[in-house]
C-alpha cells in the first residue's frame, strides 16, 4: 500500500500564488507517475499536472504557463507550484501515485482563490 500526504493548501487572494506538496510513503517499489487533480464544487475530479520518474511533466491546458510540477525521487515528493491563481482554480485538489498498475489519492487539500 501507499500513503500520500498532501500538505500547502490555503487562502489566497487571485494572483497570488500557493505551492503543494504531496509525500508518499508505504511500500514503495517505483512510482513512475504522479501528479495532481482538483475538483471543484459541483463538478468532477480533473487532471491538473502529471509527472513521470524520469521527469516528463504533461499539463491540463488550464495549468500551462502557470502551474509547474517537480519531483523528489529521493523524497518521494511532488511539489505543485501554483503562481498567477485565478478564482476558477478554487477546488480541492487530489495528490495521485500510480504503482503497479494500482491508482492511490491521498485525502486532499483545499485551495481556495478570493477574487
Known amino acids: 500500500q501507499v500513503q500520500l500526504v498532501e500538505s500547502g493548501g490555503g487562502l489566497v487572494q487571485a494572483g497570488g500564488s500557493l505551492r503543494l506538496s504531496c509525500a508518499a510513503s508505504?511500500?514503495?517499489?517505483?512510482?513512475?507517475?504522479m501528479g495532481w487533480y482538483r475538483q471543484a464544487p459541483g463538478s468532477g475530479r480533473e487532471f491538473v499536472a502529471i509527472?513521470?520518474?524520469?521527469?516528463?511533466?504533461n499539463y491540463a491546458d488550464s495549468a500551462k504557463g502557470r502551474f509547474t510540477l517537480s519531483r523528489d525521487n529521493a523524497k518521494n515528493t511532488v511539489y505543485l507550484q501554483m503562481n498567477s491563481l485565478k478564482p476558477e482554480d478554487t477546488a480541492i485538489y487530489y495528490c495521485?501515485?500510480?504503482?503497479?498498475?494500482?491508482?492511490?489519492w491521498g485525502q486532499g487539500t483545499q485551495v481556495t482563490v478570493s477574487s
Open positions: 495521485n501515485a500510480i504503482q503497479f498498475g494500482s491508482n492511490y
Open positions: 508505504g511500500t514503495i517499489f517505483s512510482l513512475p507517475v
Open positions: 509527472i513521470t520518474s524520469g521527469g516528463s511533466t
